[in-house]
């Protein structure tokens, strides 16, 4: 998480319009939901993936590292899609089927076809997400939901919980190192020993430093919202035609 906040920082369009890239990437995500064309999915994918590459400087090592994790869950979502279970006999448009008492687990057309879809879906959808935090810091997403008026609670919240978890990571990191030091994850019992000491010390402290983060804003004249600004929110005339265009090439695969 910690080089994804690197990246959008980092970024060759870190002095564009944040508007700009949560708009284009927005546009793009609405165009993964409302598809169901496997063309428009691969669309999406290779130009998010190559700007994100190519014109945002994301390095590809690292890209496919990102994509691991998603990748992990889309995986196990599709084994229950592809591989299902009737008593016998077997359906008709099934292409492999194993026998098991009075049950047969079969893999069928139809959920050969649902679950490419829904890996295509899924894939360029999260490229999408991922153009969006590669290339815009999390504090402009904020004023971007602020100039939308979001409830402030809401943005607040999230600005709170985000600084946290890298509070909670550095902490972990540095218990972490000092549990290897005195030999702690040697066996399954000393793991299974020494995670739950890390992170029960680690929840103790971070209640503990959230109180003390929460009086320290205070004394500075926190009243409970986040002080935001952000340029003017309304596209241009230009901005819309451009995203309207790509919304109308991304759906003509639909059409036919």
Not at 152 to 177: N, S, V
């Amino acid at each position: 998480m910690r080089n994804i906040d690197q990246y959008a920082y980092s970024s060759r369009f870190k002095n564009h319009s944040c508007q700009w890239r949560i708009r284009f990437g927005g546009t793009a995500l609405l165009v993964c939901i409302c598809s169901q064309s496997l063309i428009s999915f691969a669309m999406i994918f290779a130009i998010m993936v190559s700007i994100t590459i190519f014109k945002a400087g994301i390095y590809w090592a690292d890209y496919i590292r990102f994509m691991i994790l998603p990748l992990c869950f889309l995986f196990l979502s599709v084994i229950g899609i592809i591989v299902n279970i009737s008593r016998l006999p077997s359906p008709p448009d099934n292409i492999f089927s194993y026998e098991v008492g009075a049950y047969c687990l079969f893999i069928s057309e139809n959920g050969l076809w649902l679950a490419c879809r829904l890996i295509c879906k899924s894939l360029s959808a999260v490229s999408c997400f991922y153009f969006i935090i590669l290339t815009t810091p999390f504090r402009e997403m904020l004023c971007f939901l602020h100039g939308l008026r979001c409830p402030p609670i809401l943005i607040t919240l999230a600005m709170l919980i985000y600084q946290f978890i890298f509070l909670l990571m550095e902490m972990a990191m540095i218990k972490m190192k000092s549990q290897l030091c005195r030999g702690a994850y040697r066996n399954i019992k000393g793991f299974v020993h020494s995670f739950a000491m890390l992170w029960g010390s680690v929840f103790i402290q971070s209640c503990i430093k959230s109180e003390w983060v929460y009086k320290s804003m205070q004394t500075r004249g926190y009243d409970g919202h986040l002080p935001l600004t952000l340029e003017n929110i309304r596209p241009n005339k230009k901005e819309i035609v451009y995203l309207f265009l790509f919304f109308l090439l991304m759906m003509i695969p639909n059409w036919f």
